[in-house]
């Protein structure tokens, strides 16, 4: 008689899976996104085995939403331009029923910002990253939640990934995809299932674009998978990533270097081994 | 009796004084390039001797057209400015007669592209360097050939070097300059001579901006030889270099600092030992 | 009886005590900077305790103003839309008192990086860090001096660091700051003392983003001590990271990364020991 798998171990294979279809789908994953760490976040897809291309023009997202597997957007350093770019590209990715990746980078500074985010939410992101603050700032401001964090600082989180967890949750039961928290332990959720992962490295917190570069291969595996499983792999990537290249590193730089080396060798059975706890894991 | 040097022997020669000359004229290379890879492209423009000097307005291309030994223009990620900033570039490099490297990345995608790349047909750029599917489209844009390719996605080549032969031969029989078409194998001509050149490592696919950096290097070179011979000495320090990186990275992130890491230290003979086979090569 | 120390190793000190407090502060220094070596900047100013935050919006250099500890603005690769954000952001960073670092790259090249240097004279950076032909530039410039360089070349210094000696400490006499001049031999002046550090690597001139990197590092100490303390600080520790990480590595990606770790490991002790000289160093 056989018996089915725990729930856990079903996340374990849909995360292993994930990872194994990306390796030989050279996906496009189109990025919208920071000048700072956009080599960056294109190394970081092409390591998983995804393919990369930038754009800021109107029509050029447009097409991007078009011919992409999925696509990233990362509000992080805006130009004048994304006031038409970023509008038109997420009616495309609405059009041709793209997945992509909103990362709200900076949300609270600047007008053209918040007016960006608040309009999004009638597009519903497949996936949500960001840290806590970020989750919280847009649950908030898509009026999902009455909590308010202490604010964001610049890119930095000033708050715990738990205390974002109800904003996470409301958020991606909004969406109907997954929002994936990222912190000491990492939070991923659908609406209903909690899935908290660890390992990772303190160094990530040195090397500029972790956050954003996740944002980025979340998109690369969101073109072959559904939006949960891509949010749970490229949490469960950076955290067995980064706890094998903080292993084989003392600071940042050589860090930065092991971490992407990493993103590349590891095997689908090897991320699938993420330290990870779930509630309502078999919802 | 003394006999002269084969066909081969002599493009070997001229690789490595390409190389040698420009280890030490420090020749100033301005780019107007894409911000993905940058800062790559100025960090192997520096290992093999050159200066490097990013723009983006229209008044700084025309002084850049001016003071540069050449100027490498990338079509990677177009900014609104553009639309001004490279028309007045090019007008200002035939005006002073610099050479000038044209990437057509993402030919077909955007309006803007399109229109600007069209136009830089009656300024003939000395070297033209994309992958095998942007060789095509360019060659095809410009009325050239009647051979489409199987298009562009994103970035990514879909057609191998030797379909873009004819494309590349019409190009620079057009130009009067040198084509050099990158892939597994690289080919580069001049319209007559064509050379394949081999080395190099799967694992430039897997680091975002190798064939950026490469048409950079070639600016470079191209302050100081013709561009033919500075078309050859870039493609082969990039077989050289990327053959030897891969004998000692296995994983792209490593890679990529050993690589350029060889930019610097390959000798003039140990890029002109290059593997290489030419057509038409005494022509 | 006890004697106070020689006006050296009170310098020493206090670039011991400026690294010391920076490694625990996480101090904010946003920074609006070139596209070329902004990853470079960010990482560089995590390695030493810091916290990054590029933008390049109007409203968005205001906030940066008001919240950061300090302000980096490197004029490397102006965008249009700058002529609006660099003045609405150093107006802000006056009325906030904000101390700031200027990076005048690329002075000469272009009418709005004229037009906005010439602006910067009445609001005193409390920073100015450049090569000398830049800092040569920048007095002559704000008619400080009678003094002209033999000129940029894109972003190369073609005059010695002791021919910037006089135009150095004009422009910190009329700012009341510091001003930090880079090359083979550093100087670090406040106008009245003027001090000369060595170290480095001849490997920093092949690693674009050497120069900025510093400047923004000077904004995280200038987070939390004065602008002559940051100056000398971070003048310190990038001579000592780079003589480190010049005995570590033969080849400019290497040493990039050595260097950047370098930035992380050294303890203040370490930074202090620098080796440096000083003229009117009791005044």
């Known amino acids: 008689m056989s018996s089915s798998p725990s729930p856990q171990a079903a996340l374990a294979t849909r995360i292993g899976d994930a990872v194994r279809i990306a390796r030989g789908a050279d996906a496009l994953a189109p990025s919208i996104t920071n000048t700072v760490s956009i080599e960056f976040v294109a190394n970081a897809q092409l390591a998983v085995g995804g393919s990369a291309a930038m754009v800021y023009l109107p029509d050029e997202g447009e097409t991007m939403a078009a011919v992409g597997g999925a696509v990233y957007l990362n509000m992080g350093t805006l130009f004048p331009v ?6 038109r590209t997420v009616r495309a990715l609405q059009a041709h029923g793209t997945p992509w990746v909103l990362d709200p980078v900076a949300i ?19 996936i949500i990253r960001g840290n806590a603050s970020e989750v ?7 009026g999902l939640t009455a909590q308010t964090g202490q604010g964001g600082r610049g890119v930095d989180a000033v708050d715990g990934v738990d205390t974002a967890r109800d904003a996470a949750v409301a958020l991606s039961r909004w969406t109907g995809g997954a929002v994936a928290v990222s912190g000491e332990t990492d939070l991923v959720t659908d609406g209903r299932t909690v899935v908290r992962l660890s390992g990772g490295s303190p160094l990530m917190t040195r ?8 944002g980025g291969v979340a998109a690369v595996y969101a073109a072959s998978v559904p939006a ?11 955290n067995v990533a980064g706890e094998r290249a903080g292993a084989r590193a003392d600071a940042p730089a050589s860090f930065r270097t092991a971490f992407l080396d990493e993103l590349y060798r590891l095997s689908p059975d090897e991320v699938a081994a993420v330290k990870m706890s779930c509630e309502e894991c078999g919802a």
């Open 82 to 87: 994304y006031a038409e770019t970023l509008p």
């Open 108 to 126: 609270g500074i600047g007008a053209l910002r918040t007016e960006l985010l608040a309009a999004f939410k009638e597009f519903r992101p497949s």
């Open 136 to 142: 919280i700032a847009l649950a908030a401001l898509w």
């Open 207 to 214: 090397v500029t674009g972790s956050g954003c570069s996740l």
């Open 228 to 238: 949960f499983d891509a949010a749970l792999a490229a949490t469960a990537i950076y």
